[in-house]
């Protein structure tokens, strides 16, 4: 038998739990997301022989969140890296791990991701076909869930998946490889999509991921982003802390 002391002790553990698990869940992202200016380096431009001095790097510098690239070799033309190296980032990592994957039916592998740390998981549109039953695995595993779209796939087919997204990633390249050129057209989509998320009034973040760099930053967060993701930009540059210090305020 539970005494009234214990019961009033569990009830006082259950609303810290509460309270602990909101503030844990909602410190990756901003309460009011207007006017955030996020960072996301890209770890797939990392130097994988001195992968640890990288990742200090990110942890020492003003970016937001981990970058990481998973790549099948069949929904993209290329393989990036998997398990193992997301554990180890996780290990090293303080910032929160944005895991973007770029292989076909991701459902097979949302559980596991959740295992090795991913705490924002983006899937594909092109890659899912019950996008919404995806999104809700990955919320309700405690992740924050992600759509990205191609750069020929519309804006206007996440009209009635907005709700059920976190954040939107926008590819401004072919997905793939780092240090291709920016697409301009993508910059007419993050203006249209910033509109259907203000006319729904949803929280969704979106996030700008291919040939961003210090040049087409200001002009992107302007037109509506809230997070850049910087592969080339960052870790080929002589000053990868400056590079993201500038990108944030610009
Ligand atoms: C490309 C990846 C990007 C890539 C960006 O398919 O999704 O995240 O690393 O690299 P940059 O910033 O060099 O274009
Ligand atoms: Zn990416």
Not at 86 to 115: G, N, T
Not at 117 to 123: K, M, R, S
Not at 138 to 162: F, Q, Y
Not at 228 to 233: Q, Y
């Amino acid at each position: 038998m539970m005494s009234k002391i214990d019961e009033k002790l569990g009830y006082f553990k259950l609303v810290w739990l509460i309270n602990r698990a909101l503030s844990n869940s909602f410190s990756i992202f901003v309460k009011n997301n207007s006017m955030i200016h996020l960072v996301a380096p890209s770890m797939l431009s990392a130097d994988f022989g001195n992968l640890n001095q990288d990742i200090t790097m990110v942890n020492n510098s003003q970016a937001d969140w981990f970058h990481l690239d998973i790549m099948d070799g069949v929904f993209v033309p290329n393989i990036s890296f998997g398990f193992p190296v997301i554990k180890q980032i996780k290990k090293l990592a303080s910032k929160p791990l944005d895991v973007h994957l770029m292989i076909i039916d991701p459902d097979r592998y949302v559980e596991k991701f959740k295992e090795v740390g991913a705490d924002i998981l983006t899937v594909h549109y092109e890659a899912c076909t019950h996008l919404h039953r995806t999104l809700a695995q990955i919320r309700s595993l405690g992740m924050k869930a992600g759509v990205s779209i191609n750069p020929h796939t519309s804006v206007e087919l996440l009209d009635d998946i907005l709700e059920e997204a976190d954040l939107v990633l926008i590819m401004s390249v072919n997905p793939g490889f780092g240090g291709q050129k920016f697409i301009k057209n993508s910059i007419k989509k993050i203006t249209r999509l910033k509109e259907m998320i203000n006319n729904k009034g949803c929280k969704t973040l979106i996030e700008v991921d291919g040939g961003v760099d210090l040049t087409n930053a200001k002009t992107l967060y302007s037109a509506g982003a809230d997070v850049l993701v910087a592969g080339n930009a960052v870790f080929g540059a002589s000053d990868p802390l400056d590079v993201i210090e500038k990108m944030k305020n610009s």
